[in-house]
């Protein structure tokens, strides 16, 4: 679903992703691990093009994302992606945050948006607050609206750049949990995440990523349990 | 208005009078003889004709120029667009030329020099009002838009909106409320400013007020009736953006 062939990355001068290439099969859980600064959130923002990467191939749903002739407004309608701070928008409630895009970019009338909005706000058990604004929400509602946000666009895959990196702990639970549904669900799903819980419990494959390059791949078990590398280990070591 | 004459005679002719006669005669020469109130009238419809232009004109002209200025600084290196870069250019050019003159001279060189041959001052002048407040309204606003978490963007452009809609829908009308304060303050400056159009001979509310003030030789109430007017002008301006900004407000509610 996702190919992705010699990625590189340079922020004027300094290489913050080096000749990276992965595969995300419909319906896989790929977790991304590694130290700050290692270029994990890069690559997640390279998938969508918030970053432009320097050079190498993207294709998804087989159209080239990095082809200059690609409509790429088009392309991210299929790629929900959802952010650490959660970015909704703080001038309009919630169900505005959830219809702006389906309206906007035609893909449903306000009615369906809407109704649609309903529902999957139902479904995180947040249907109560489609009129509140989002800074009457605390972090794990706002990013679980976040997540339906995306949702609404009905993507083929979902990129979590640190989805509960900045939550209160106590709050972290319930959004791993929308992430988990989606999972089973047989969402397509890219996750960048400090949570090594979550890419034990939910993944298909956990690549970790230090200095810009894949250091090692493998299965939860393969990643977590018999870890290869010298690096891996002292990483695992410190955050397990 | 006998009593008028009467008491205008008793004062022309160096008689004794009461300060309340004598305010009587000249609040009366001032603002009640031949219908001068309808001239002071006629200068506010002028005065707020050409500050609903000139603001018209110079929100257009700021967002326009703002938006190119933010979406050129915001360009990834490596990405630089050449029109927005030209565009760019003359934009800076237009600011620092127009926020780099007095505003006197400015309407002087619009007056008597650019459109000479034209006989319609108060179009001349709404016009470089216009012009002058789009500068300013342009640094106004790009800072609003400046002050928008880059995250803002990112997200909606991530759900597949694209620019224009983007800048519409999340960006602008989250700047609109940081920079509603002031962008009042370039409003009131704005409307005061009008009475500036005078000196090319834009017939607005200080224009009758020195119009009159040649009729009766007399200064004092035309041009204390005009600053009250002004002030009230302006009251009525700032209550309006008050409603205005607390109805933006309602987002911020917990």
Same mark, same amino acid.
């Given at each position: ?240 | ?169 999340? #960006?602008? *009308?989250?700047?609109?409320? &940081?920079?509603? =304060?002031? /962008? %009042?303050?370039?409003? @009131?400056? +704005? ?20 119009? #009159?003030? *040649?009729?009766?030789?007399? &200064?004092?109430? =035309?041009? /204390? %009736?005009?600053?009250? @007017?002004? +002030? ?23």
């Amino acid at each position: 679903m996702i190919d992705v062939k010699h990625l590189s990355k340079n922020f004027e001068g300094l290489e913050v992703l080096h000749d990276v290439s992965l595969h995300v099969n419909k319906g896989e859980c790929v977790v991304f691990i590694g130290p700050s600064g290692s270029g994990k959130s890069t690559f997640l923002r390279c998938l969508n093009l918030l970053e432009i990467p320097s050079s190498g191939e993207i294709t998804f749903d087989g159209v080239s994302m990095t082809d200059p002739k690609t409509d790429i407004n088009k392309m991210r309608q299929k790629m929900g992606m959802v952010f650490q701070h959660f970015n909704l928008f703080p001038n309009m409630t919630i169900l505005k945050n959830l219809t702006l895009a389906p309206i906007r970019t035609k893909q449903a009338t306000k009615e369906q948006a809407e109704k649609k909005a309903m529902d999957l706000l139902k479904r995180v058990g947040l249907q109560d607050k489609a009129n509140s604004y989002p800074a009457q929400l605390s972090g794990g509602q706002k990013q679980r609206v976040a997540i339906v946000r995306a949702l609404c666009m009905e993507p083929d895959v979902m990129l979590f750049d640190e989805p509960t990196s900045a939550l209160d702990p106590e709050m972290v639970g319930e959004v791993l949990d929308v992430m988990k549904q989606l999972a089973a669900e047989g969402m397509t799903m890219v996750v960048v995440t400090h949570e090594m819980g979550f890419a034990r419990e939910v993944s298909n494959r956990v690549l970790f990523l230090d200095g810009g390059t894949i250091q090692e791949e493998g299965t939860p078990d393969q990643i977590f349990a018999h870890p290869q590398t010298e690096r891996l280990r002292s990483f695992l070591a410190k955050v397990l | 208005m006998e009593q008028y004459t009467a008491w205008k005679a008793l004062i022309t002719s160096g008689g004794a009078v009461t300060e309340w006669q004598r305010f009587y005669v000249y609040f009366y020469q001032a603002f009640i003889e031949k219908d001068r109130w309808q001239q002071y009238l006629k200068g506010v419809g002028t005065t707020l004709y050409v500050t609903a232009f000139a603001l018209l004109l110079g929100v257009i002209l700021g967002v326009i120029v703002a938006v190119v200025r933010t979406a050129h600084d915001q360009q990834r290196p490596g990405h630089r667009n050449p029109i927005l870069g030209i565009l760019n250019f003359i934009f800076k050019i237009y600011v620092t030329v127009i926020r780099g003159t007095p505003m006197m001279v400015q309407l002087l060189i619009m007056g008597f020099v650019i459109f000479a041959s034209s006989k319609n001052f108060v179009m001349v002048g709404a016009l470089t009002l216009g012009i002058n407040s789009g500068a300013y309204q342009a640094e106004i606003i790009r800072g609003g838009l400046m002050s928008v978490d880059a995250g803002q963007m990112e997200a909606s452009r991530s759900l597949g909106i694209n620019y224009f809609d983007t800048m519409r829908f999340v #960006i602008i *009308s989250q700047a609109i409320k &940081a920079i509603l =304060p002031a /962008l %009042g303050n370039e409003f @009131i400056v +704005l409307l005061k400013d009008t009475s500036l159009i005078s000196v090319i001979g834009g017939k607005e509310l200080l224009y009758a007020a020195r119009a #009159i003030v *040649s009729r009766t030789y007399e &200064a004092m109430y =035309p041009f /204390l %009736g005009t600053a009250v @007017i002004y +002030l009230v002008l302006v009251m009525i301006f700032t209550w309006l953006l008050g409603i205005f900004e607390r109805r933006l407000r309602t987002s911020d509610r917990r």
